[in-house]
T-cell receptor, first 111, second 118 residues
Framework: DAKTTQPPSMDCAEGRAANLPCNHS???????VYWYRQIHSQGPQYIIH???NNETNEMASLIITEDRKSSTLILPHATLRDTAVYYC????????????FGTGTRLQVTL | GAVVSQHPSRVICKSGTSVKIECRSL??????MFWYRQFPKKSLMLMAT?????????EQGVEKDKFLINHASLTLSTLTVTSAHPEDSSFYIC??????????????FGPGTRLTVL
């Protein structure tokens, strides 16, 4: 799996968009970018994933640069419940493909 | 999304005893399940990959005789911590992938089990 780099922490005001960056400059052509988050003392929660096109679902949007060396997870209207550690992972798909968690970004949403 | 459960959510045991943790996929069949461990303020570390009907594949440095994994059905995997010691105290989390969802299926995580060994 390609190494990913994320800022250790970020703050965001409630109601504003939270933009979480991730660098994956060594990503290979068959690796997807996955985003998970972990709220304190819970199991990780899947958010979104993509290969090269931008993706959007009910939780977030994923913007991947054209060269695929970086991506941004966007929470359009952050709430206090979005406070969590967000993990960006680059990995191949497949039933046995593993997820390697880095240190992630601790997002603190404030009033 | 798919639901993965774990039981128990918390367990306290005495040093030297064994503890079994169950991981179930509630609404899908999971040919592959994964077991992670997380120490306080640290990230998740993959311990092993559990394949239905076959032996688990352990990550480097994880003792297979200490952490016994059984994946006897498409909806259940168990992790048994044998002869537990205080240093085994941790947050254990399982995940599963829907075997029928194709190559793009994401992993779904259980809520975790907090083990405290006295």
């Amino acid at each position: 799996d390609a190494k990913t780099t994320q800022p250790p922490s970020m703050d965001c005001a409630e109601g504003r968009a939270a933009n979480l960056p991730c660098n994956h400059s060594t990503i290979s052509g068959n690796e997807y970018v996955y985003w998970y988050r972990q709220i304190h003392s819970q199991g990780p929660q899947y958010i979104i994933h993509g290969l090269k096109n931008n993706e959007t679902n009910e939780m977030a949007s994923l913007i991947i640069t054209e060269d695929r060396k970086s991506s941004t997870l966007i929470l359009p209207h952050a709430t206090l419940r979005d406070t969590a550690v967000y993990y960006c992972i680059a990995t191949r798909t497949g039933t046995a493909s593993k997820l390697t968690f880095g240190t992630g970004t601790r997002l603190q949403v404030t009033l | 999304g798919a639901v993965v459960s774990q039981h128990p959510s918390r367990v306290i045991c005495k040093s030297g005893t064994s503890v079994k943790i169950e991981c179930r996929s509630l609404d899908f069949q999971a040919t592959t399940m994964f077991w992670y461990r997380q120490f306080p303020k640290k990230s998740l570390m993959l311990m092993a990959t559990s394949n239905e009907g076959s032996k688990a594949t352990y990550e480097q440095g994880v003792e297979k005789d200490k952490f016994l994994i059984n994946h006897a059905s498409l909806t259940l995997s168990t992790l048994t911590v044998t002869s537990a010691h205080p240093e085994d105290s941790s947050f254990y989390i399982c995940s599963a992938r829907d075997g029928l969802a194709g190559l793009r299926s994401e992993q779904f995580f259980g809520p975790g089990t907090r083990l405290t060994v006295l």
